[in-house]
């Protein structure tokens, strides 16, 4: 079985600011980690994918992502936030399978950024 | 490269019609999901099908909604009938993933159902 929590519902922050999107998984095998945005009314859009070469994972708009094996965890972070960072963040663990990789999404997380 | 379509973008029935939601995935993608998603949650997994078979709709309401996939390429999804908590964004995604890792998902835009 795989889950995955991400520990805020909404984040709100300055723009300029840096930006921390916590997410912790639980998985039986190896996981692949996923974050994906969603602005309003889009669909959802690839930030960045845990790829095992590396555990710094670096992604789309300035956005990079840690795996910790040890703390079961892969948080988002953005040093600076723009205006355009406005929407909404999903983290998914995905189980590998022959049959056709399951995806499991967490709650989200909403970022609101104020000038 | 040409994205997940999905049609209708919109849609607002009463309770108790039926609906339908059709997606036309990536071209070569063997798995494609559908995933409801309610307001302010994250999706859940309806149905996935690799090719046209079906892997997993152990989340599906099957007493309501049904999914086929035709020729393991296009797939519609139908609600009928539709209740009142059916009001989501139904998304449509494709994936490469047949047993390959760090393979993603691609997600259409979604088809944003009313049910009044």
């Known amino acids: 079985a795989q889950s995955v929590t991400q520990l805020d519902s909404h984040v709100s922050v300055s723009e300029g600011t840096p930006v921390l999107l916590r997410c912790n998984y639980s998985s039986s095998y190896s996981p692949s980690l996923f974050w994906y945005v969603q602005h309003p009314n889009k669909g959802l859009q690839l930030l960045l994918k845990?790829?095992?070469?590396?555990?710094l994972v670096k992604g789309i708009n300035g956005f990079e992502a840690e795996f910790k094996k040890s703390e079961t965890s892969f948080h988002l972070t953005k040093p600076s936030a723009h205006m355009s960072d406005a929407a909404e963040y999903f983290c998914v663990v995905t189980l590998i399978k022959a049959a056709g990789n399951k995806l499991t999404f967490g709650g989200g997380t909403r970022v609101l950024v104020k000038p | 490269e040409a994205g997940v379509a999905q049609s209708p973008r919109y849609k607002i029935i009463e309770k108790r019609q039926s609906v339908a939601f059709w997606c036309n995935p990536i071209?070569?993608?063997?798995?494609l999901y559908w995933y409801q998603q309610i307001l302010g949650q994250g999706p859940k997994l309806l149905i996935q099908f690799q090719n046209n078979g079906v892997v997993d709709d152990s989340q599906l309401p099957k007493d309501r909604f049904s999914a086929e996939r035709l020729k393991g390429v296009d797939s519609t999804l139908k609600i009928q009938p539709a209740k009142l908590e059916d009001s989501a964004v139904y998304l449509c995604?494709?994936?490469?993933?047949?047993?390959?890792?760090?393979?993603?998902?691609?997600f259409g835009q979604g088809t944003r159902l009313t049910v009044v």
């Open positions: 071209s070569g993608h063997a798995t």
């Open positions: 995604a494709s994936s490469e993933g047949q047993g390959i890792s760090y393979t993603e998902a691609f």
């Open positions: 845990y790829t095992s070469a590396a555990t």
